[in-house]
T-cell receptor
Framework: DAGITQSPRHKVTETGTPVTLRCHQTENHRYMYWYRQDPGHGLRLIHYSYGVKDTDKGEVSDGYSVSRSKTEDFLLTLESATSSQTSVYFC?????????FGPGTRLLVL | DQQVKQNSPSLSVQEGRISILNCDYTNSMFDYFLWYKKYPAEGPTFLISISSIKDKNEDGRFTVFLNKSAKHLSLHIVPSQPGDSAVYFCAASDTNAGKSTFGDGTTLTVKP
């Protein structure tokens, strides 16, 4: 399995505060992805990266930004957290086909 | 409009029998298809994949079938085991774009 970790694993925050989630991979994969999983919606792509400093939006990108300054790290920022962003967030990495997922971050926005 | 659909939210089968999970897609640009398995409180893990140039791929108890004309793929698990109980996600990929679109998942329960 690809070495991919996420931090923090759990977070509780208040509406209006910024939140940053971190993803770290050790496989030198070109692509990295951020998804959110909500009941009844499967995995929805927030943003993805196809190289250092190269990112693009996914289907649910509003309210989120990302940065990738190194191959191994991909950060997801909720600029001003809202209750609708309460979710489980998964990071993944890969070479363009198969993706390897992290263990997830459970975020609760009060 | 949802490009990848798993129309059955849940499936229950008896241990030892066959499990068949289905997936439909709409985008003709998809050229690579994958199934992932997810246990509670864990990230999804890759299970099996198939390229659009093939119609079948087999890996042990798991077989994926692709019908391009119908834009349909299925995952067969034979024989099913209680440890197979999980959520199964179908994904379709446009490898030129480097990203995948996922279905909503099917929860499989295998009863002993």
């Amino acid at each position: 399995d690809a070495g991919i970790t996420q931090s923090p694993r759990h977070k509780v925050t208040e509406t209006g505060t910024p939140v940053t989630l971190r993803c770290h991979q050790t496989e030198n994969h070109r692509y990295m992805y951020w998804y959110r999983q909500d009941p009844g919606h499967g995995l929805r792509l927030i943003h993805y990266s196809y190289g250092v400093k190269d990112t693009d939006k996914g289907e649910v990108s509003d309210g989120y930004s990302v940065s990738r300054s190194k191959t191994e790290d991909f950060l997801l920022t909720l600029e001003s957290a809202t209750s609708s962003q309460t979710s489980v967030y998964f990071c993944a990495s890969g070479l363009g086909g198969t993706q390897y997922f992290g263990p997830g971050t459970r975020l609760l926005v009060l | 409009d949802q490009q990848v659909k798993q129309n059955s939210p849940s499936l229950s089968v008896q241990e030892g029998r066959i499990s068949i999970l289905n997936c439909d897609y709409t985008n003709s640009m998809f050229d690579y298809f994958l199934w992932y398995k997810k246990y509670p409180a864990e990230g999804p893990t890759f299970l099996i994949s198939i390229s659009s140039i093939k119609d079948k791929n087999e890996d042990g108890r798991f077989t994926v079938f692709l019908n391009k004309s119908a834009k349909h793929l299925s995952l067969h698990i034979v024989p099913s085991q209680p440890g197979d109980s999980a959520v199964y996600f179908c994904a379709a990929s446009d490898t030129n774009a480097g990203k995948s679109t996922f279905g909503d998942g099917t929860t499989l329960t295998v009863k002993p």
